[in-house]
Nanobody
Framework: QVQLAESGGDLVQAGGSLRLSCASS????????MGWYRQAPGKQRELVAT???????NYADSVKGRFTISRDNAKNTVYLQMNSLKPEDTAVYYC?????????WGQGTQVTVSS
């Protein structure tokens, strides 16, 4: 059974940085695509960044150049380094793991950026 546990969310001032972590249980982490999504109040959940098992990355236009997704297969963990944070980055951030049968989601971690 796959479980995802996010951590690292916090209240930060605009221009600051945070690093989110997502630890995954279950086998075959190294061959799973991983991603970060976010949902702001009153808005739909949106993709932030994804990383393939081979390390290829993809970012939403709104975070390109500011956020970096990475993974450590030895620790079954994916990270999201967030720099130059803006108030519009405020949201609950969710970790996602894709397997051949279904998607798994964490419970989310709150990121709040004050102006």
């Amino acid at each position: 059974q796959v479980q995802l546990a996010e951590s690292g969310g916090d209240l930060v001032q605009a221009g600051g940085s945070l690093r989110l972590s997502c630890a995954s249980s279950g086998s075959f982490f190294s061959i799973s695509a991983m991603g970060w999504y976010r949902q702001a109040p009153g808005k739909q959940r949106e993709l932030v960044a994804t990383i393939t098992p081979y390390g290829s990355t993809n970012y939403a236009d709104s975070v390109k150049g500011r956020f970096t997704i990475s993974r450590d297969n030895a620790k079954n963990t994916v990270y999201l380094q967030m720099n130059s944070l803006k108030p519009e980055d405020t949201a609950v951030y969710y970790c996602n793991r894709k397997t051949t049968t279904r998607d798994y989601w964490g419970q989310g971690t709150q990121v709040t950026v004050s102006s």
